[in-house]
C-alpha cells in the first residue's frame, strides 16, 4: 500500500490513521474509521468525551495534515451571534456617513448601500469558516459546545446543515466548499439530538496503557524508558480512584515534560508531591494523594511493573 502523502485527503482508514500518526496523535481504528468517513462524506465529525483526551488535537493535527487553515471558535456560556458569526465595524460606518454628509451627499439609498458593505463587516470564525479567501476549505473546529446554550445550539443547525449563513444587510452567505467540520463537548450537558443527527458521531476514550507510553514516547524523546513506564502505570491508576477530576493526557504529557526537565529517572513519594500540581488540578485530588494513598499508589504501581517484566 503507497505511504500517506501529507497535504492529501487521505483515501482509506488505513490511510487515515497513517496520516494521524504522522503528527504524533495515535488512533484506534474507531476514531480513524469516523474521521475517514467524515471527510468521505464531507459531514461534521461530533467528538464527545473527557476533558484532556484529545478530542480538540484531532482538529490541530487534521489542519496541519491536510495543510488547511484551522478557524477555532471557542465556545463559552453567553456565546452570541456577534462573536461567533459577524459584526459590523460601527465606529468606521458612523465615519462614513459623517464624511458623505460633509461631502452634501443626501441619497440615504446610495449611504447604506455603502455602509453595510463587504467593506464594514467583521468576520468572525462562522463566517470566516464559510467563506475562505484562498479556496480551500478550512478545518472548522467548534470547541466545547456544551458550554453554550440552546439558543446558539439552534442557530448552527442552518450553519451544519446548509453551509451557510444569513446576513440581513447582505443576504444569504454559502460556502463554495463546505469546511472540514469538528464538534468537540466535554458533556457537562446534553446537546440537542437534531444537532447530533447532522454529524457522525465518536466518543474519545482514555488511551489503553500501550498507547500512552507510546504517546510519551513520541511527544518527549527525552523521557526516560523505565521513567516514562511508571508514570503511565501511576497516571491509569489514577484514573480508577473516585478524584474530582481525572487527569487527561495533556496532564500526562506535561507530568512527564516537567519529570524530565528536573532530570528524575524513578518515581519517588517526594517528587510525586513536588509536581503533582502538573498533573492534578484540584486541592481535595491533590491532598488526597499527596498523603499515604499516594505512596500506597506508588508501591501497587511498582510491584505491577515488577510482574510484568
Same mark, same amino acid.
Given at each position: 500500500?503507497?505511504?500517506?502523502?501529507?497535504?492529501?485527503?487521505?483515501?482509506?482508514?488505513?490511510?487515515?490513521?497513517?496520516?494521524?500518526?504522522?503528527?504524533?496523535?495515535?488512533?484506534? +481504528?474507531?476514531?480513524?474509521?469516523?474521521?475517514?468517513? @467524515?471527510?468521505?462524506?464531507?459531514? /461534521?465529525? $461530533? =467528538?464527545?468525551? %473527557?476533558?484532556?483526551?484529545?478530542?480538540?488535537?484531532?482538529?490541530?493535527?487534521?489542519?496541519?495534515?491536510?495543510?488547511?487553515?484551522?478557524?477555532?471558535?471557542?465556545?463559552?456560556?453567553?456565546?452570541?451571534?456577534?462573536?461567533?458569526?459577524?459584526?459590523?465595524?460601527?465606529?468606521?460606518?458612523?465615519?462614513?456617513?459623517?464624511?458623505?454628509?460633509?461631502?452634501?451627499?443626501?441619497?440615504?439609498?446610495?449611504?447604506?448601500?455603502?455602509?453595510?458593505?463587504?467593506?464594514?463587516?467583521? +468576520?468572525?470564525?462562522?463566517?470566516?469558516?464559510?467563506? @475562505?479567501?484562498?479556496?480551500?476549505? /478550512?478545518? $472548522? =473546529?467548534?470547541? %466545547?459546545?456544551?458550554?453554550?446554550?440552546?439558543?446558539?445550539?439552534?442557530?448552527?443547525?442552518?450553519?451544519?446543515?446548509?453551509?451557510?449563513?444569513?446576513?440581513?444587510?447582505?443576504?444569504?452567505?454559502?460556502?463554495?466548499?463546505?469546511?472540514?467540520?469538528?464538534?468537540?463537548?466535554?458533556?457537562?450537558?446534553?446537546?440537542?439530538?437534531?444537532?447530533?443527527?447532522?454529524?457522525?458521531?465518536?466518543?474519545?476514550?482514555?488511551?489503553?496503557?500501550?498507547?500512552?507510553?507510546?504517546?510519551?514516547?513520541?511527544?518527549?524523546?527525552?523521557?526516560?524508558?523505565?521513567?516514562?513506564?511508571?508514570?503511565?502505570?501511576?497516571?491509569?491508576?489514577?484514573?480508577?480512584?473516585?478524584?474530582?477530576?481525572?487527569?487527561?493526557?495533556?496532564?500526562?504529557?506535561?507530568?512527564?515534560?516537567?519529570?524530565?526537565?528536573?532530570?528524575?529517572?524513578?518515581?519517588?513519594?517526594?517528587?510525586?508531591?513536588?509536581?503533582?500540581?502538573?498533573?492534578?488540578?484540584?486541592?481535595?485530588?491533590?491532598?488526597?494523594?499527596?498523603?499515604?494513598?499516594?505512596?500506597?499508589?506508588?508501591?501497587?504501581?511498582?510491584?505491577?511493573?515488577?510482574?510484568?517484566?
Amino acid at each position: 500500500m503507497a505511504a500517506y502523502k501529507t497535504g492529501s485527503v487521505p483515501r482509506s482508514i488505513e490511510e487515515t490513521a497513517e496520516m494521524l500518526a504522522t503528527e504524533n496523535y495515535l488512533a484506534g +481504528r474507531a476514531l480513524a474509521t469516523v474521521l475517514f468517513l @467524515s471527510l468521505k462524506m464531507k459531514r /461534521p465529525l $461530533f =467528538l464527545e468525551g %473527557e476533558a484532556g483526551v484529545g478530542k480538540t488535537e484531532v482538529a490541530k493535527v487534521l489542519a496541519k495534515a491536510l495543510d488547511r487553515p484551522l478557524i477555532r471558535l471557542q465556545c463559552y456560556e453567553g456565546l452570541d451571534v456577534s462573536s461567533a458569526v459577524y459584526e459590523w465595524n460601527y465606529p468606521a460606518q458612523m465615519l462614513e456617513i459623517r464624511l458623505a454628509e460633509a461631502a452634501g451627499t443626501t441619497d440615504r439609498d446610495r449611504i447604506e448601500s455603502d455602509i453595510f458593505s463587504d467593506r464594514y463587516l467583521i +468576520r468572525r470564525p462562522v463566517l470566516q469558516a464559510l467563506s @475562505s479567501p484562498d479556496g480551500r476549505a /478550512p478545518v $472548522f =473546529l467548534i470547541d %466545547e459546545l456544551d458550554r453554550t446554550d440552546e439558543a446558539f445550539e439552534a442557530f448552527l443547525l442552518e450553519v451544519l446543515s446548509d453551509f451557510q449563513v444569513t446576513v440581513p444587510e447582505l443576504g444569504t452567505i454559502r460556502a463554495a466548499e463546505p469546511p472540514i467540520v469538528i464538534i468537540t463537548t466535554n458533556r457537562t450537558r446534553e446537546v440537542h439530538d437534531a444537532l447530533k443527527r447532522r454529524c457522525l458521531y465518536h466518543w474519545v476514550d482514555y488511551p489503553s496503557a500501550a498507547q500512552e507510553l507510546e504517546i510519551i514516547g513520541r511527544k518527549i524523546p527525552d523521557c526516560n524508558a523505565a521513567l516514562s513506564r511508571e508514570i503511565v502505570a501511576y497516571v491509569q491508576r489514577l484514573r480508577t480512584m473516585d478524584l474530582f477530576k481525572n487527569p487527561g493526557v495533556a496532564e500526562t504529557i506535561d507530568w512527564a515534560t516537567a519529570l524530565t526537565e528536573l532530570d528524575r529517572t524513578a518515581l519517588d513519594p517526594e517528587t510525586i508531591a513536588d509536581t503533582l500540581g502538573t498533573l492534578l488540578k484540584y486541592q481535595d485530588d491533590i491532598a488526597r494523594i499527596e498523603g499515604s494513598e499516594g505512596r500506597k499508589l506508588l508501591d501497587e504501581v511498582r510491584s505491577e511493573l515488577r510482574a510484568a517484566g
